[in-house]
C-alpha cells in the first residue's frame, strides 16, 4: 500500500512540475508585460525598487532562465508578490484558502447529502412519479450554466427574501476579531447551494444508476425471495453498495468543484481563492495567478490520489457482493 | 421478451428519428437566424430602455433599448458558432490524440495518457483564464482555450476503442494480406470510430457553450458589442436588483433549453449506436 | 440503519432552527448605531500611504495636511498656522501648530513634514513634485519649501499630501498607517472593507462619525446592498439611479468629472511611442471632423437620455471651476457642422450616409473600459447623434490594457476633472505628449499653449495663474478649446449619484473631481446622523 502511495506521491509533483511549465509559458506568452503593469498599478514606484522588479521578474532575461528562477524561488517558499493586494502571494493563499475549503466541503457535503438521497429515491421509484421529476430536474440542473443559477438564487435569496446576506465572508462593519463561526456558516450558505448544483444532477443520477444496477442483480432477488422488505433491502443492501462509488465520484470531481468555486465566489463575492484567481486574471496579477494554479492543480491531484485509493477498496468489495 | 424489445426499439429509432430532426431544425434555425438578423434589429436606442416584454419586444429590451430577443437570437449563434467550432477542434484533436495512442508504441501511449491525466488535472475555468490570458483576451483565446479543455475525455474514449478495434479478427487478417496501418486505420477504423466521435462532438458542445458563456461572465470572452450568451447574462446581472429581470432570465433559459435538447440528442444517439446499452437499459427517456 | 436516517433528518431539523432563530445574531447589530456608517464605494485604494498617492486629489482622511481645501476653493489653515511665499515665489515658509500629536503618542514635527515631502519625492508616484527643489525644518515648528522655479499649483498639492510619522514609517506602513488626522485605522480586508475610527485627541473638532466602514463594491452590487438595506450609503450609477428606494434618498452632486473623447490629431504613419504602440489617426487628425464633432453634439438631450438627465453639459475639462474661461461653451449647432465639413470637402460620394474626402471614410472606433455602463451609455448615444451629420464612429468595449496600446490611434471616452489647474497642464502640455499616463493620448502639441501652461505655472499669485489658465483655453485666436484646436470633444459632466438613508447629513459636498469614490468621504469629519 505505502509503496503504492508513494508512486503515486512522485507522480503528482512531476505533473505539478508540468502544470507549472504550461502555465509559466501560457502566462509569458501574453502580450501583457508584467513589470508594466505592476508599475500601472503601483503608482508609485523608486527608480531602484523599479530594477528590483526587473530582475525578479528577468525582464531582459530569456524565458528559460525567467522559468528558473521563477521555480528556485518556489522551492524557497517564496511564490512572488501579488499585485493585486501587495502582500505575498503565499499568505494570500493561505488566507483564502482555508474560506475556499470551507465552502467547497459544504458544498461537497450538500451534493453528496442531497444527490445520495434523490438518487436513492429516483432509483426507488423508478419510472414512477418521483423519479421521472426528479429526473427532469437533474437533467436541467445539469445543463444550466452555474452562474446563472447563482445569479437567480442570489436575487431570490438576497434581494428579494433577504433571507441571506448579498455576499462576503463576514458582516459588514465587523472586526475579524468579533466574527463567530455561525456567522461564517450563514455567509458560506448560498455560495455553497449555487456551488452544490454544478455536480449535483451528476451525482444523483449516478447513484440512482448504481443503484438500479444493485437492484437488478442476483442477491437482491435472493434476498427478495426470502421476503425482505424494500426498506431493508435498499438500507442493507443498496446504501453500502452505491455509497461508496458516489463518494469516489465525489472526490474525483474536485476539478469541478474547483472551477465551479471560481463563478460561485465571483458572484457572492466570497474572498476565497476562485475569485481571487479571476481578479488575478482580469488585472494581470501574474504571480498570484500562477501560484493558485499550482495549487488548484495540487488540489484536484490529492482528490484524485483518494479517489484512487478509495476504489481500490470497493473493487473487492463488489466483486465479492456479486459473487454471492 | 424478444419480441416486447423490437417493438420498443423501433419506436425508440422513430422517436429518436422525430426527435434529432425537430432539435436540429431548432438549432440550425438559431444558428441562421442570428446570422440573418440585421444589426439594426438588435441595434441601441436608448429611448426604449428597459420595456417589459411584450408583443412588440418579446424578451423586453435592456437598459440600452436593445430589443432583447433578436439580441438573444445573435448571442445564441455566436455562442452556437464558437461551441460547434471549439467542439469541432476538440474532436479533431482528440482523434489524433487517441488513435496516436492506441495505435503507437508504448512510449507513446503512456506519454499521452500521462498528458490527458496532466490536462485533466487543472480545472477548465483555471486553464481557460490562462489561455485566455495568454492570448489577450477576446475571441481567439476563447476558441483556443475552449478547444484545449475539452479533448480529454473524448481522446480518452477514442483510445479504448482503437486498442479495442486492434483485437479484431478482422484487423489482423487485413495486415496478414499486407496493407498498411495507414490503410488500416482509413478503411476499417475510422467508419467505426465516426458514430463514437459525433456522439462525442455532440456531447461536448453543451459543456463548450457553457463554459463559453462562464467565461464571458467573467470577462475573459467577446467585448460587449459582440454578444456571446455569456456576456448578455453577465451585464444584465447589473440591473437584476433594480428591478430588471427580464435580461437575465430570458437568454439564461433560452441558453438552458438548447443545451438540454443537445444532451438529450447525443444521449439518445450514443444508446442508439451502442446496442449493447441499448439493450440494457430499459428504459429510455 | 433506520435509526441513522431518520436521525440524519432530525438533525438537519434541529440545525436549521436553530440558525433561523439565531439570524439575528447572525447579521450582526440590526439597529443602525447612530454614530457608524457604512459606506459602500466602487474603488480601493492600493495604499494608505500619502506618498504613494492616498488622498491624492481629496483628502487622506487617517493623516493631516497642511492646509485644506475647502468648499469655497479656498484654502484653509489645517496643521500650518501661517505661511507665506517669497518675492520671487521660489521660497515657501510654513510655520505649523506645536499641539499635535500621531495616534501613538508621539509629537508630530516639522521633521515629519520634511520626511513625508521627500519620500513623496523620491516615490515618483501620481504626485509631480518634480518642482520641488528642497524641503527643511531650521526648527520644530518652521518648514521652508524651495522650489526649482514659480509653481502656482503648490498649494493645491499640499493641501492634499497628509504627514506621515518618521518615527513610524516602514514597508508595511500603507497598511497599517499612523497619522494624526481625524480618523484612525483599525482594519483592512483587502477588496472587502476597510474600518475607520474616529480620532478622540483629534486636535480640531473630533468627528460626529464614530466608526466608518468603507465596502468596496461595484454600483450594481452596492444596488442590492441598498436594497437590502446593509448599507447606509452607495455610490450609484446614473443608469441605475432612476429608482426610488424606500427609506433612503437620492443625492446627486455636481462635479466637475467630466467625459469626452480624446481624438489623435496626428496622422497615422509615421510615429509610434516608445512602448512601439501606433500614433495617429488619419480621419481624426482633420480638425475641422473633430469641430464638426463638436457643434453636433446636443449634450442635454446626451444627458437626459444616456445617463436618465443625470449629468450637465461639458464644454472643458473644468467647467464650473475660478480658472476656467466662459469662452469655450458652445452652441449645438448642426448647420455649422455641416458646413464646416463640407467646406473642408468632406461629401457622400456613394450615397451610404458617410462622408468621404480623398479616398478616406468618415469613419473611426471609440474605445471604453468595458464594465463602465455610464462611458458606454455616453458613447453609443453620442455616435448615434453623430451619425446624422455623415461620421460613423463605432463604439467597442475593451480592457484597460487594451486602451493603454490604442489610445494614440483609436479615439477613446475619456474622463478626468480635479480642483487642481494642474490636471490642465498634463492634459495640454506638449511635453506630457503621448505618455502612458492617459492625460495627452491624442498627441495634442501648441506652442503658444504651452506658453500660456508655462506662464500660468509660474505666476506669482492664484489671481495671475487663472489668468494664464484662461488664455491657454481660448485667447481669441487658439486654444484648447473646441473652438480651437479641439483635441477634446467634451461631453458631459456627469453627477456623483448616492443612495443615502434617511437622516444622514453628509455635509456640505464640495464640487467633486474626477471618480466618485474619494470625493464622497473626503468630508467625512463633518458627517453626522440626525435624528
Given amino acids: 500500500m505505502i509503496e503504492i502511495i508513494s508512486k503515486q506521491i512522485l507522480k503528482i509533483i512531476l505533473l505539478l512540475l508540468a502544470v507549472s511549465v504550461i502555465a509559466f509559458t501560457l502566462v509569458t506568452l501574453s502580450p501583457v508585460d508584467p513589470v508594466q503593469q505592476y508599475l500601472l498599478g503601483a503608482g508609485a514606484v523608486s527608480p531602484a525598487q523599479r530594477v528590483q522588479l526587473e530582475a525578479y ?145 451528476n451525482i444523483a443520477l449516478h447513484t440512482r444508476q448504481k443503484l438500479i444496477d444493485v437492484l437488478n442483480s442476483e442477491y437482491i432477488l435472493f434476498a427478495r425471495a426470502r421476503g425482505e422488505s424494500d426498506r431493508t433491502l435498499l438500507l442493507r443492501h443498496g446504501l453500502r453498495n452505491t455509497l461508496l462509488p458516489a463518494l469516489t465520484l465525489q472526490f474525483a470531481s474536485f476539478a469541478e468543484l474547483f472551477g465551479g468555486s471560481v463563478l460561485a465566489e465571483t458572484i457572492f463575492s466570497y474572498p476565497g481563492l476562485g475569485s481571487a484567481v479571476s481578479a488575478a486574471g482580469l488585472n494581470s496579477d501574474v504571480p498570484l495567478l500562477l501560484g493558485i494554479t499550482l495549487f488548484s492543480a495540487l488540489f484536484v491531484a490529492i482528490g484524485n490520489l483518494i479517489a484512487n485509493i478509495l476504489y481500490g477498496i470497493i473493487d473487492p468489495q463488489i466483486g465479492k457482493g456479486a459473487g454471492l | 421478451m424478444n419480441q416486447i424489445l423490437n417493438c420498443r426499439t423501433l419506436n425508440h429509432r422513430h422517436i429518436l428519428v422525430l426527435f434529432t430532426s425537430i432539435i436540429g431544425a431548432m438549432v440550425i434555425m438559431a444558428f441562421l437566424s442570428g446570422k440573418l438578423i440585421p444589426d439594426a434589429a438588435a441595434a441601441v436606442n436608448i429611448s426604449q430602455k428597459n420595456l417589459a416584454p411584450s408583443l412588440q419586444h418579446l424578451f423586453g429590451t435592456d437598459w440600452l433599448g436593445r430589443d432583447l430577443f433578436f439580441r438573444t437570437l445573435k448571442g445564441l449563434s455566436t455562442s452556437l458558432t464558437v461551441g460547434v467550432t471549439a467542439s469541432l477542434i476538440s474532436a479533431v484533436i482528440a482523434t489524433l490524440i487517441g488513435i496516436a495512442a492506441a495505435m503507437g508504441s508504448k512510449i507513446i501511449d503512456s506519454l499521452i495518457s500521462w498528458l490527458i491525466d496532466l490536462v485533466m488535472g487543472i480545472p477548465h475555468i483555471i486553464l481557460l483564464i490562462l489561455i485566455s490570458f495568454a492570448c ?142 441499448a439493450q440494457e437499459q430499459e428504459d429510455t427517456h | 440503519m433506520k435509526i441513522r436516517r431518520s436521525a440524519l433528518i432530525e438533525l438537519a431539523f434541529i440545525t436549521l432552527l436553530i440558525t433561523a432563530c439565531r439570524t439575528s445574531a447572525l447579521t450582526g447589530p440590526a439597529d443602525v448605531k447612530k454614530d457608524e456608517v457604512i459606506i459602500a464605494i466602487s474603488s480601493e485604494p492600493t495604499s494608505l500611504d500619502p506618498t504613494q498617492g492616498w488622498g491624492h486629489g481629496t483628502t487622506p482622511l487617517i493623516q493631516s495636511t497642511l492646509v485644506e481645501f475647502t468648499q469655497d476653493m479656498t484654502f484653509k489653515h489645517d496643521l500650518a498656522t501661517d505661511y507665506s511665499l517669497s518675492d520671487d515665489g521660489i521660497t515657501w515658509t510654513f510655520t505649523i501648530r506645536d499641539d499635535v500629536t500621531f495616534t501613538d503618542g508621539v509629537k508630530l514635527t516639522a521633521a515629519d513634514v520634511v520626511f513625508t515631502f521627500e519620500t513623496a519625492k523620491d516615490s515618483q508616484s501620481s504626485l509631480d513634485l518634480t518642482f ?106 446614473a443608469t441605475l439611479a432612476a429608482q426610488d428606494i424606500e427609506g433612503y434618498i437620492l443625492h446627486s452632486v455636481t462635479t466637475v468629472d467630466n467625459r469626452g473623447m480624446t481624438l489623435p490629431v496626428q496622422p497615422a504613419g509615421k510615429a509610434a511611442t516608445k512602448d512601439g504602440y501606433p500614433v495617429g489617426n488619419n480621419v481624426t487628425c482633420n480638425i475641422e471632423l473633430r469641430q464638426a464633432i463638436a457643434y453636433a453634439l446636443d449634450r442635454e438631450y446626451l444627458a437626459k437620455v444616456a445617463l436618465n438627465g443625470f449629468a450637465d453639459p461639458a464644454y472643458s475639462e473644468n467647467d464650473g471651476l475660478p480658472w476656467n474661461n466662459p469662452d469655450v461653451a458652445i452652441e449645438t449647432d448642426i448647420t455649422k457642422a455641416r458646413q464646416l465639413l463640407t467646406d473642408a470637402g468632406w461629401q457622400d460620394n456613394d450615397g451610404d450616409g458617410i462622408l468621404e474626402k480623398d479616398g478616406i471614410i468618415a469613419e473611426f472606433t471609440c474605445i471604453y473600459p468595458s464594465g463602465d455602463s455610464v462611458r458606454q451609455a455616453v458613447a453609443l448615444a453620442a455616435s448615434d447623434q453623430i451619425m446624422d451629420i455623415g461620421i460613423k464612429i463605432n463604439v467597442e468595449g475593451t480592457s484597460w490594457d487594451d486602451i493603454a496600446r490604442r489610445m494614440f490611434s483609436d479615439a477613446v471616452l475619456m474622463g478626468w476633472g480635479s480642483s487642481n489647474p494642474y490636471t490642465s497642464y498634463s492634459l495640454y502640455h ?13 498627441g495634442y502639441a501648441n506652442e503658444t499653449v504651452d506658453a500660456y501652461l508655462n506662464a500660468a505655472m509660474q505666476a506669482l499669485t492664484t489671481a495671475e495663474s487663472y489668468e494664464y489658465w484662461k488664455l491657454a483655453q481660448w485667447d481669441g485666436e487658439t486654444g484648447t478649446a473646441m473652438k480651437g484646436d479641439c483635441p477634446w470633444v467634451w461631453l458631459v459632466n456627469i453627477q456623483h449619484l448616492y443612495y443615502a438613508r434617511e437622516g444622514l447629513d453628509i455635509g456640505k459636498q464640495q464640487l467633486h473631481a474626477h471618480g466618485a469614490s474619494m470625493p464622497l468621504i473626503q468630508n467625512l469629519k463633518e458627517w453626522t446622523w440626525n435624528e
Fill in chain 3, 430 to 442: 506638449s511635453s506630457n505628449m503621448l505618455r502612458d499616463d492617459y492625460y495627452n493620448p491624442e
Fill in chain 3, 132 to 237: 520641488l527643489e528642497k524641503t527643511e525644518a531650521p526648527d520644530d515648528t518652521t518648514v521652508i519649501f524651495t522650489m526649482t522655479q514659480p509653481t502656482a499649483t503648490f498649494l493645491g498639492t499640499i493641501a492634499t499630501i497628509g504627514i506621515v510619522p518618521e518615527h513610524a514609517y516602514g514597508d508595511d506602513y500603507g497598511i497599517h498607517p499612523i497619522g494624526s488626522g481625524p480618523f484612525v485605522f483599525v482594519q483592512w480586508n483587502r477588496q472587502e472593507q476597510l474600518i475607520l475610527a474616529a480620532n478622540e485627541d483629534y486636535y480640531g473638532t473630533v468627528p460626529a462619525i464614530k466608526k466608518a466602514t468603507l465596502v468596496f463594491m461595484d454600483e450594481d452590487a452596492a444596488f442590492a446592498a441598498v436594497k437590502s438595506e446593509q448599507v447606509d450609503i452607495a455610490l450609484t450609477a
Fill in chain 1, 57 to 201: 521578474w528577468g525582464v531582459n532575461a530569456p524565458p528559460l532562465q525567467r522559468y528558473l528562477n521563477w521555480l528556485c524561488a518556489l522551492l524557497r517558499g517564496d511564490l512572488g508578490t501579488s499585485l493585486i493586494y501587495r502582500r505575498p502571494v503565499m499568505d494570500i493563499i493561505a488566507e483564502r484558502f482555508l474560506n475556499s475549503f470551507a465552502l467547497m466541503m459544504c458544498a461537497w457535503l450538500f451534493t453528496g447529502i442531497f444527490g445520495s438521497v434523490l438518487g436513492c429515491i429516483m432509483g426507488m421509484y423508478k419510472d414512477k412519479m418521483p423519479d421521472r421529476i426528479i429526473k427532469k430536474l437533474c437533467y436541467i440542473l445539469c445543463s444550466a450554466p452555474t452562474f446563472w443559477l447563482g445569479l437567480i438564487i442570489l436575487l431570490l435569496f438576497s434581494v428579494w427574501l433577504r433571507w441571506f446576506p448579498i455576499g462576503f465572508s463576514t458582516p459588514i462593519g465587523m472586526l475579524n476579531s468579533d466574527v463567530s463561526i455561525w456567522q461564517r456558516l450563514y455567509h458560506l450558505f448560498l455560495p455553497a447551494l449555487t456551488l452544490s448544483l454544478v455536480s449535483f444532477g
Fill in chain 2, 136 to 277: 489577450g483576451r477576446g475571441l481567439k483565446g476563447l476558441l483556443i482555450g475552449i478547444a484545449a479543455t475539452h479533448w480529454t475525455s473524448l481522446a480518452r474514449l477514442v483510445r479504448a476503442e482503437v486498442l479495442q478495434l486492434r483485437s479484431q479478427q478482422y484487423i489482423a487478417v487485413s495486415r496478414k494480406l499486407g496493407k498498411s496501418n495507414r490503410w488500416i486505420l482509413i478503411h476499417h477504423m475510422l467508419p467505426h470510430l465516426f458514430p463514437q466521435i459525433l456522439v462525442g462532438v455532440i456531447l461536448l458542445f453543451p459543456h463548450a457553450i457553457i463554459h463559453e458563456a462562464a467565461i464571458s461572465f467573467l470577462g475573459y470572452g467577446l467585448p460587449p458589442e459582440q454578444p456571446a450568451i455569456g456576456i448578455i447574462l453577465s451585464e444584465s446581472t447589473k440591473y437584476l436588483s433594480s428591478g430588471v429581470w427580464w435580461p437575465a432570465i430570458f437568454p439564461g433559459l433560452t441558453l438552458i433549453i438548447i443545451v438540454l435538447l443537445v444532451d438529450r440528442l447525443g444521449d439518445h444517439l450514443k444508446l442508439l449506436l451502442n446496442p449493447h446499452t
